[in-house]
């Protein structure tokens, strides 16, 4: 199940995964833990919304960009 839908937007899992980052939680083990989704799953999510340019990673951490604060 894809995080990013073919138009570009984020799907459940992926609005699941921006809310999480929302809320603080910017590991991808707290991002799991927070949206109930298995860590791989998360993981490969997340690298799927930093290429649409919803999260921003760095030094193993996630943030929101203002694409993805407006998809929320």
Same mark, same amino acid.
């Given at each position: 199940?894809?995080?990013?839908?073919?138009?570009?937007?984020?799907?459940? +899992? #992926?609005?699941?995964?921006?809310?999480?980052? $929302?809320?603080?939680?910017?590991?991808? !083990?707290?991002?799991?833990? &927070? +949206? #109930?989704?298995?860590?791989?799953?998360?993981? $490969?999510?997340?690298?799927?919304?930093? !290429?649409?340019?919803?999260? &921003?990673?760095q030094d193993g951490r996630y943030s929101l960009t203002d694409l993805g604060r407006a998809a929320l």
């Amino acid at each position: 199940m894809p995080c990013v839908s073919p138009d570009g937007k984020p799907s459940e +899992s #992926g609005v699941k995964m921006l809310g999480s980052v $929302s809320a603080g939680k910017t590991s991808v !083990e707290d991002i799991a833990a &927070a +949206s #109930g989704m298995p860590l791989f799953r998360v993981r $490969s999510g997340l690298r799927e919304l930093a !290429e649409a340019g919803y999260v &921003a990673e760095q030094d193993g951490r996630y943030s929101l960009t203002d694409l993805g604060r407006a998809a929320l």
